[in-house]
């Protein structure tokens, strides 16, 4: 596909992701907002006339969906594979993205025509919608593994057989602002709930273990600890997390109880799970932006 006379602006998280919510109703032709990432690392806020399509192609068939119905569309984010992504409020769709004509973006400062090779991704504004999972898709669409843990979703939970410690399972979906995310957790040894990931290794990780929950990240999520807690974290009973972020500070619950909240280095990225030591199960997630 020519990247020059693809789509002219199409960012990101979220989950393969099953939203919990419908997105907010909008008519056809309705603007939409938007937040456009480019290659160079900018990032543009706007609104896009809506009744466009965006239209992906995966062994041979071509799927269409409207612009103002997807969460998002990016090039090349298939890690280990040339596909791209759209994401959507009935899952991750990935292949190849068909030609579109260049987009228009209004900054409220005036119109801004992006070049096509300019652009990495877009995201669809849906505030206050939430998508999750309820991790019956077994083919885990939407969904990147790094490393060699074993990841299965089955029966409505997301199981993983570690290992490494530094293995993960990525989402698709690139977050920024505020957000919350809420996911049952359950462990016998550490298990992390992960966020701003980047091209490398994650930003920030929440660790659970009996006894405790703690936060390292800052360059190095393994061993540097930025603040840990004691807490109500039991062997093999699920724990429900609630994670809360707005750019650069971060605070945690569990169980509807507030443990704190940290200051942190980086400010957006994907989401994801890890692992350590021993299996653990991940379930109801839930993420509202």
């Given at each position: 596909m020519s990247r020059t006379s693809a789509f002219?602006?199409?960012?990101?998280?979220?989950?393969?992701?099953?939203?919990?919510?419908?997105?907010?109703?909008?008519?056809?032709?309705?603007p939409v907002d938007c937040v456009v990432s480019l290659r160079n690392g900018s990032v543009v806020h706007g609104r896009v006339a809506g009744s466009r399509e965006v239209k992906i192609r995966r062994k041979g068939e071509v799927k269409a969906f409207a612009l103002e119905k997807i969460w998002s569309v990016a090039w090349d984010s298939v890690e280990k594979e040339a596909m791209d992504r759209v994401m959507t409020p009935d899952g991750a769709f990935e292949g190849e993205l068909q030609?579109?004509?260049?987009?228009?973006?209004?900054?409220?400062?005036?119109?801004?025509?992006?070049?096509?090779?300019?652009?990495?991704?877009?995201?669809?504004?849906?505030?206050?919608?939430?998508?999750?999972?309820?991790?019956?898709?077994?083919?885990?669409?939407?969904?990147?593994?790094?490393?060699?843990?074993?990841?299965?979703?089955?029966?409505?939970?997301?199981?993983?057989?570690?290992?490494?410690?530094?293995?993960?399972?990525?989402?698709?979906?690139?977050?920024?602002?505020?957000?919350?995310l809420e996911v049952d957790v359950t462990c016998t040894d550490w298990a992390a709930i992960v966020f701003h990931v980047g091209e490398g290794e994650p930003a920030v990780g929440l660790w659970l273990i009996p006894g405790s929950v703690s936060f390292y990240g800052n360059g190095n999520w393994k061993n540097a600890l930025i603040r840990s807690w004691p807490a109500a974290v039991r062997s093999g009973v699920p724990a429900r997390v609630r994670l809360e972020v707005d750019g650069k500070r971060a605070k945690v619950s569990l169980d509807g109880t507030a443990l704190g909240e940290i200051e942190i280095g980086t400010e957006r990225g994907k989401i994801g799970f890890g692992c350590w030591t021993a299996p653990a199960t991940f379930d109801n997630l839930k993420v509202t932006r």
């Open positions: 002219a602006a199409l960012a990101l998280l979220a989950c393969a992701a099953v939203p919990a919510e419908e997105p907010a109703e909008r008519r056809p032709g309705d030609e579109m004509d260049p987009i228009d973006l209004d900054t409220g400062y005036g119109v801004l025509r992006i070049p096509a090779d300019a652009v990495r991704s877009l995201r669809v504004l849906h505030p206050a919608v939430s998508f999750g999972s309820t991790f019956d898709d077994a083919s885990l669409a939407g969904w990147t593994p790094r490393g060699a843990s074993r990841w299965t979703a089955a029966g409505g939970s997301l199981t993983v057989q570690p290992a490494a410690t530094g293995d993960l399972l990525v989402y698709g979906e690139e977050l920024d602002g505020p957000w919350t």
